[in-house]
């Protein structure tokens, strides 16, 4: 019997560029406290029997300089994800940086072209989003790629059957829990600076009975739902 696994989702290391808005900082990791996580995420998945997987959005440079090395150190598989818009611009990674990760045994992943709801995509923006973003990306690295990370957790039934149709094998959401739904829609533990996260206490809390039920409920809403306008 296959294993459970839980994936925990990270953004930027270290301190938040000073154009980043209040509300967004909190997703900013210590690089101590992110090293600290790691260790502690690799004893919790041994000792509760699950796989740990490890993502992060959004692309920042601090992924290919402070992650990926510990990361690697620890033996932990990783996918980053990155917006086709921002490669090689500004604080986030270029392509070398991609390809230097891909020869570190990681995976990339599309989050869109512009990080912009893909709920709220339409016509020419929705293809963008789903279909050219995954071009750009593939022509930059070199490969295929087959797994997305949805911008906000922003999704419903017209934005799942968009991913399949583009070619994408996985989705990852914003959506607390392990495993996911179905084999295409996957979960993952967000980190918050101003939030709990200790991994051992959410692998305890993802395997109550009550909890999934509850969690079901809301996730089956979201992946039901039908776009409006």
Same mark, same amino acid.
């Given at each position: 019997?296959?294993?459970?696994h ?21 997703y ?13 995420s690799?004893?919790a ?21 402070? #992650?990926a090395?510990?990361? @690697? ?8 994800? =990155?917006? +086709? $818009?921002?490669i090689g611009? &500004?604080p986030y990674t ?10 570190m045994?990681?995976s ?18 929705f ?13 930059t690295?070199?490969? #295929?790629?087959?797994?997305? @990370?949805i ?7 017209? =934005?799942? +059957? $968009?991913?399949?149709?583009? &070619? ?7 959506d607390?829990?392990l ?12 980190y ?16 109550s ?21």
């Amino acid at each position: 019997m296959t294993r459970p696994h839980i994936t925990l989702l990270f953004h930027g290391i270290g301190e938040p560029p000073d154009y980043e808005p209040e509300n967004v900082r909190p997703y900013w990791i210590p690089p101590e406290r992110f090293e600290q996580i790691i260790v502690q995420s690799i004893a919790a998945a041994r000792d509760h029997d699950v796989n740990l997987y490890v993502t992060f959005d959004d692309g920042y440079m601090s992924d290919f300089t402070v #992650a990926a090395p510990v990361l @690697a150190r620890h033996r932990v598989e990783a996918c980053f994800f =990155v917006c +086709a $818009g921002r490669i090689g611009v &500004g604080p986030y990674t270029n392509a070398a940086n991609l390809r230097d990760l891909q020869q570190m045994g990681f995976s990339i992943g599309s989050h869109g072209y512009h990080h912009v709801p893909w709920r709220d995509a339409r016509g020419p923006a929705f293809r963008e989003e789903l279909v050219d973003a995954k071009a750009v990306i593939e022509d930059t690295i070199g490969e #295929a790629i087959d797994t997305a @990370a949805i911008p906000f957790g922003s999704y419903d039934r017209r =934005v799942l +059957a $968009g991913l399949r149709d583009a &070619g994408f094998r996985l989705a990852f959401n914003s959506d607390p829990g392990l495993d996911g739904p179905t084999p295409f829609l996957q979960r993952r533990f967000c980190y918050r600076g101003d939030a709990p996260f200790e991994v051992a206490q959410l692998v305890r809390q993802a395997k109550s009975p009550r909890w999934r039920a509850q969690r079901n409920v809301v996730e089956f809403w979201k992946r039901n739902r039908i776009s409006m306008g």
